[in-house]
Nanobody
Framework: QVQFVESGGGLVQPGGSLRLSCAAS????????TAWYRQAPGKQRDLVAT???????NYAESVKGRFLISRDNAKNTVYLQMNNLKPEDTAVYYC???????????WGQGTQVTVSS
């Protein structure tokens, strides 16, 4: 059974940076596309960034040029570097491997990111 553990969130001022980490068991990240999602209070969970097994990436328009998704294969960990954070980035951030069978039924607890002065 695949499990995801997100970490690295916190409170940061507008313009600041954070790096989120996603560790997993039951899956080898390098073999599958891995994605970061976020869910703000009262809103649906949205896709933020995707890293495909080929190494190609895709980003939501709202984070392009500010966020960077990457992977450390040796650590089986995926990261989300978030720069120039804005208050609208405030949300709980989750990672998942959406094309791995059954993965989207196994969400982690997420990590809270709050951008506020």
């Amino acid at each position: 059974q695949v499990q995801f553990v997100e970490s690295g969130g916190g409170l940061v001022q507008p313009g600041g940076s954070l790096r989120l980490s996603c560790a997993a068991s039951g899956i080898i990240f390098s073999n599958y596309a891995t994605a970061w999602y976020r869910q703000a209070p009262g809103k649906q969970r949205d896709l933020v960034a995707t890293l495909f097994s080929t190494g190609s990436t895709n980003y939501a328009e709202s984070v392009k040029g500010r966020f960077l998704i990457s992977r450390d294969n040796a650590k089986n960990t995926v990261y989300l570097q978030m720069n120039n954070l804005k208050p609208e980035d405030t949300a709980v951030y989750y990672c998942n491997a959406p094309f791995y069978p059954g993965a989207t039924a196994q969400w982690g607890q997420g990590t809270q990111v709050t951008v506020s002065s």
